[in-house]
């Protein structure tokens, strides 16, 4: 019985430690997430190594998305050169100018600069949003801008379920195949577990194309392509936070009243959109023949049909920079007046939560709005220990109770907001592939910030009183899960 009992304690230290060393050693890890990994090492020695292999290794993965970055690049480099879109000149000279040609926005042309220069986000002109923020409204609308495509139609979605939304999008999709558009559908692995791709049969067989996103067998928690985009004859496109489900359109018992952030937009920005769909759709074609190309119906000439300015910006691993989340911090130092986020998942780094607390004690009106029924608990707790740490440097927290809000959303000072597929997490930073616009527009701000505080009538306030007299049993969830946050 000793002699077992030596040889299990003995393989149990092996374990962790073998573990640790290769941690620390191979992957080379950030600090933070290094000793978040370490201390589930130590928690939970066999099952940890298991948790690592699914969510925390990166192996051939990382070394696998820089070839999509180099093949992404000399995409791009082809679109510059190929005048498809109208390039302003943002060089370090020229960006003192007053490139947005909004009163008093001097100020955010070092921020056009940025989106630029780290994320290829190109300023472009003369655009037109809509906002929605019900899915129906979304909906309806997307299914008679695909009933009236002429050339193309390119999807991509985190999520697509095998319900009643899903396929009613595939039937007007197949409809449309079959009239001789060209329809791609691109979905994620993980989002799409366990949803059979036989649900895309009418598509294919109408003659439309499908593919998934590193299929379920090979995927693993991370590296998630968590873009949500629709591009329509190269004229319309879609971008925000919902996916497609009958969830989004409020019909989903569990959550019942869904609230969402999406826009269509008509203009030059649509350009970019397109882009990123290529890139994407691209690294998962597998024969050459099943590649988009840069074709000129893909970027057809459009007259100027708005007055708002915008930039298209993507992060994840196959981007150099942070991208959306280096805006995301620019435009939190930038306000003067107020900062209005909105997040299902609020889990910020660092930078961004020292940004958050400064902004709050230099006076700006710092408001955050997430759900109060998570449909992630974990992920809530670890929110409730930053926030209550923004509590006291005078940020405002609300918990929204009319459903559950889905929506990203990020506005300051009544000029500039953010619309997109990126949460304010370490995961939408780091680790998923995502897509935001940035909307230089006064009239935008406006609609975006009376929804938000519409929202807020539909919340219950977390004060600094309230958030102490939580249980000590609500305590130690927060704290531990506070310590896991940099692998959440």
């Known amino acids: 019985m000793l002699v077992a009992i030596s040889i299990f304690l003995g393989s149990f230290i092996g374990v962790n430690v073998l573990f640790a060393l290769f941690i620390v050693f191979y992957e080379r890890k950030d600090v933070k997430s290094t000793w978040a990994w370490l201390i589930i090492a130590l928690l939970v020695p066999?099952?940890?190594?298991?948790?690592?292999?699914?969510?925390?290794?990166?192996?051939?993965?990382?070394?696998?998305?820089?070839?999509?970055?180099?093949?992404?690049?000399?995409?791009?480099?082809?679109?510059?050169?190929?005048?498809?879109?109208?390039?302003?000149?943002?060089?370090?000279?020229?960006?003192?100018?007053?490139?947005?040609?909004?009163?008093?926005?001097?100020?955010?042309?070092?921020?056009?600069?940025?989106?630029?220069?780290?994320?290829?986000?190109?300023?472009?002109?003369?655009?037109?949003?809509?906002?929605?923020?019900?899915?129906?409204?979304?909906?309806?609308?997307?299914?008679?801008?695909?009933?009236?495509?002429?050339?193309?139609?390119?999807?991509?979605?985190?999520?697509?379920?095998?319900?009643?939304?899903g396929r009613q999008i595939i039937d007007e999709l197949a409809i449309k195949a079959a009239e001789g558009v060209e329809v791609k559908v691109f979905i994620d692995g993980i989002g799409n577990y366990g949803h059979s791709k036989k649900m895309f049969k009418p598509l294919v067989e109408a003659g439309g194309n499908f593919q998934i996103f590193f299929r379920p067998f090979m995927a693993r928690l991370n590296f998630r392509n968590h873009r949500k985009l629709v591009i329509i004859d190269g004229i319309i496109g879609y971008i925000g936070g919902f996916n497609v489900g009958v969830e989004y359109i409020g019909k989903s018992k569990k959550f019942g009243n869904w609230r969402d952030t999406h826009l269509r937009i008509v203009g030059e920005a649509v350009k970019t959109i397109q882009l990123r769909f290529m890139m994407d759709w691209n690294f998962c074609a597998k024969a050459s023949e099943n590649k988009v190309l840069l074709e000129e119906k893909y970027f057809p000439e459009l007259p100027p049909v708005g007055s708002v300015k915008m930039q298209i910006v993507s992060s994840g691993p196959d981007t150099e920079w942070d991208s959306i989340k280096y805006a995301y911090k620019k435009m939190i130092t930038e306000a003067e007046k107020n900062v209005y986020i909105s997040s299902?998942?609020?889990?910020?780094?660092?930078?961004?939560?020292?940004?958050?607390?400064?902004?709050?004690?230099?006076?700006?009106?710092?408001?955050?709005?997430?759900?109060?029924?998570?449909d992630h608990p974990f992920v809530y707790w670890t929110a409730l220990s930053y926030i209550g740490e923004l509590l006291k440097a005078g940020v405002k927290c609300y918990e929204y109770e009319g459903g559950f809000i889905h929506s990203k959303v990020v506005i300051?000072?009544?000029?500039?907001?953010?619309?997109?597929?990126?949460?304010?997490?370490?995961?939408?930073?780091?680790?998923?592939?995502?897509?935001?616009?940035?909307?230089?527009?006064?009239?935008?701000?406006?609609?975006?910030?009376?929804?938000?505080f519409e929202d807020i009538e539909n919340?219950?306030?977390?004060?600094?009183?309230?958030?102490?007299?939580?249980?000590?049993?609500?305590?130690?969830?927060?704290?531990?899960?506070?310590?896991?946050?940099?692998?959440?």
Do not use: C, W
């Open 344 to 374: 299902p998942y609020f889990i910020p780094d660092e930078s961004i939560f020292e940004s958050l607390k400064v902004a709050a004690l230099a006076g700006i009106d710092v408001r955050i709005l997430i759900p109060k029924n998570p």
């Open 46 to 165: 066999y099952l940890g190594f298991l948790l690592y292999i699914l969510i925390g290794f990166s192996g051939r993965k990382t070394r696998h998305f820089a070839n999509k970055s180099q093949k992404d690049e000399e995409l791009y480099e082809e679109f510059v050169k190929s005048d498809k879109i109208a390039i302003d000149d943002l060089s370090l000279n020229n960006r003192k100018t007053n490139i947005l040609s909004i009163p008093s926005s001097e100020r955010f042309n070092d921020m056009v600069y940025l989106n630029s220069n780290s994320g290829r986000g190109e300023l472009t002109l003369n655009n037109d949003v809509i906002v929605f923020h019900d899915g129906m409204d979304k909906f309806g609308s997307l299914i008679d801008d695909i009933r009236t495509a002429e050339s193309h139609i390119h999807v991509q979605y985190f999520i697509f379920r095998n319900d009643a939304l």
């Open 412 to 452: 300051i000072d009544d000029m500039i907001s953010s619309v997109g597929t990126a949460n304010m997490d370490v995961r939408s930073f780091k680790l998923n592939f995502e897509t935001n616009a940035f909307i230089y527009s006064e009239s935008v701000a406006d609609e975006l910030t009376y929804q938000f």
């Open 459 to 488: 919340s219950s306030e977390l004060t600094i009183e309230n958030y102490e007299a939580r249980s000590k049993f609500t305590k130690a969830r927060e704290a531990i899960s506070r310590l896991l946050s940099p692998i959440l």
